[in-house]
């Protein structure tokens, strides 16, 4: 307790207090016993970057959970670049799909946001099947 406690009512200070919706909806006094909740920014991952002219399978890149990945293909190319995702350590990759329908393949340039994983420790990996050129590519957060 502080040296001071304020006592309401009192002319010289108004007592202010800071509150959060707790998981009821009710109004959740901050207090030592009950600390603002924060999440805490996750570390960085470091990115998935290279270069090929050769069809390769490259990964694992292991995502930070809940946060958007940003796929960048990037040179002059003719191919296809699958994105897939496996839980088991790459063993069994799957490909991305939403509504049971191809998603994250690309056969041009991009830069975009293609997925956000859901579940920590879950892995993706880009099948690049080159025709010809030179693709630069790069997964990150």
Known sequence: MSPSPIAAPAGYATPNAVAYADV?????IVSKAQPLPVQLKPA??????????????VGPYVPAVDRPIILSLNGTWTGLVKVSRSTDGGATRLPLTLAGTAWA??????CEPIWEEPEAGATLYLEVTMTSG????????
């Open 24 to 28: 009821d909806g009710n109004a959740a």
């Open 44 to 57: 960085p991952v470091s990115p998935l970057a290279g270069t090929t002219t050769t069809s390769v399978i």
């Open 105 to 110: 393949q690309f056969s041009a340039n991009a």
């Open 134 to 141: 030179t693709l630069i590519y790069r997964l990150a957060q």
